[in-house]
């Protein structure tokens, strides 16, 4: 027969048994959450290197368009040059870059690429003043 400390010692190492399996099992879920969560990561992290590495092989800036500097090392302001340069800020950003990174990979102003973009990366056609005109004999 069992004396009543014999079944009071089984209840508590019951009981002890089931925090210890709780524990454990608490433990468990909690690796295998971070283990689920390293791997969404990773794969986060895969992803991201192939997009940049798929946009840094299709974002190339033509080698006659990069060129367009004076000697002063300032764009030329032709309406040729202007044209070509917002043509490919445009091809740039349709790639997937933000005004800021075209800007940054350019060497110019933030601001210059959003007034290109606010006016549609297209020139209106400039009007002849009187006194750009000359007589060509």
């Not at 950003?93 to 060497?107: D, F, I, L, N, S």
């Amino acid at each position: 027969m069992e004396t009543t400390q014999d079944k009071i010692r089984k209840l508590i190492d019951k009981s002890e048994l089931s925090l210890l399996a709780e524990q454990v099992w608490q433990q468990h879920k909690t690796i295998l959450f971070l283990e689920e969560r390293v791997s969404a990561f990773e794969r986060l992290i895969a992803s991201y290197a192939r997009v940049t590495m798929d946009l840094a092989k299709e974002v190339k800036v033509g080698v006659g368009i990069q060129g367009l500097k004076t000697k002063s090392g300032k764009y030329g302001r032709s309406s040729e040059e202007v044209a070509k340069r917002w043509a490919e800020w445009r091809r740039l950003e349709e790639q997937g870059m933000t005004p800021a990174q075209v800007a940054r990979r350019w060497g110019v102003d933030r601001g210059t690429v959003e007034y290109a973009r606010s006016k549609g990366y297209t020139q209106k056609p400039t009007a002849i003043s009187g006194r750009n005109l000359r007589l060509v004999a």
